[in-house]
């Protein structure tokens, strides 16, 4: 099964069975066996990075990542999410004081989709469109944060701080274990993921054909319901972020997947920040 991050569908970023971000698979050294147990995806022939290492008891135990300078270590990830999240932060500010108008913030939309998905397929992680991308969305979410504060006054700090409570929160109940990331997990979200997403889909489409409303999830009580899932089911993605950049980590992912990893962690924490701020101008009755 693939990772219901689409930037985390790659190499060793990849879902086939067992617990997330690694391939199951019998275990690689001489010996028993060990049924699910992960393979290290960088463990090829010729491959410069992390060896898999056998754990007590023919068990398995992730290695840590070598000491070199060219690998996936949590300061690069920290580094590089927060050059990507700058960058949206920026141009949303210059967006928000520009005040552009809606024509502008629709294709700035348009352009960061675009971006978005052609670095989704692709094989290597591009800074350029990476950042590009946080470019594009930042003056998409600037503009409609400033129309939306206009009409709910306060509703675009608000949503930062439900964002950053939401990710402090899952990221403790991560390093507390209280969340484990396990198959069953993952595959619980990716169809939570894909059930919200193509619900969305056919209510937009029925509100373009109808009055304008479509089927409601987006006003009044049921809107601020469905807001609420989509904040619980953008919690549970970065809950599988985590596992993802723990997992490179450990393994010693080449230091450009720390991009890759930025880009999710931006796209997760965009879902949550635009799902905060339409509850909060349902709540204020904009």
Sequence with gaps: MRSSNPVFTRRGFSRDGGYAGFNAGPQPQTGTPYAGSPTNPYAQPG??????????????????????????????????????????????????????PLGVAVAAALVALVLALWQSFKRQPSPALILGYAAFEGLF????????????????????IGTMAVFAGVLFMYKQRIIRVTARFTQFVLAALVGFVLLSMVNLVVALIGDGNGLGLRDGGLGVAFGVLGILIGAAVLALDFKQVEDGIAYGAPESESWLAAFGLTLTLVWIYMEFLRIIAILQGD
């Design 141 to 160: 979410l600037g503009s409609v944060s400033n129309a939306i504060n206009q009409g709910a006054p306060g509703a675009a700090m608000q949503a930062v």
């Design 47 to 100: 491959n410069p990075y992390a060896q898999p290492q056998a754990g007590p008891q023919g068990g398995f135990t992730p290695p840590s990542a070598p000491a070199r300078a060219d690998v996936m270590t949590i300061d690069s990830v920290v580094s590089r999410t927060a050059l990507t999240l700058g960058t949206v932060v920026a141009t949303a500010t210059a967006a928000w004081i520009a005040d552009l």
